[in-house]
């Protein structure tokens, strides 16, 4: 698995705020595990090209071109707030899109709902 080098490519991020504002974020750290254990690992904003302006994270491969951890970088904002139609998305994660607004934080979700997973990344 060391030898196999992994991307991920991370585009169009909004969070949206208790007061309903979209806000874009473009101020990022890289960061790892504290452990250390592998140098092939970058993180950053790619310039040009098919994923212009998206932050990427690479991992694996043994490549050389390495990105310190904590190293900050931001990306260009397109200040394109998204059109989201928050009812039609909401319904999808439940049969009840009124239980999805009511508990927009996920600190707000009963423990007893179903249709949230939550997972570690």
Request: hydrophobic share 30%; glycine share 8%.
């Amino acid at each position: 698995m060391g030898a196999a080098e992994h991307k991920a490519y991370f585009t169009n991020h909004w969070f949206i705020t208790d007061q309903g504002q979209y806000v874009e974020p473009i101020n990022y750290i890289f960061t790892g595990d504290q452990a250390q254990g592998r140098a092939d690992v970058a993180g950053g904003v790619i310039s040009s090209g098919e994923y212009a302006n998206a932050i990427y994270m690479r991992s694996g491969g043994y490549f050389t071109d390495y990105t310190s951890f904590t190293n900050p970088f931001t990306k260009p904002s397109p200040a394109i707030k998204p059109q989201l139609d928050l009812i039609a998305l909401n319904a999808m994660g439940t049969d009840d899109p009124s239980v999805d607004i009511k508990y927009p934080l996920e600190n707000d979700i009963p423990k007893n709902r179903p249709s949230i997973r939550k997972t570690k990344c």
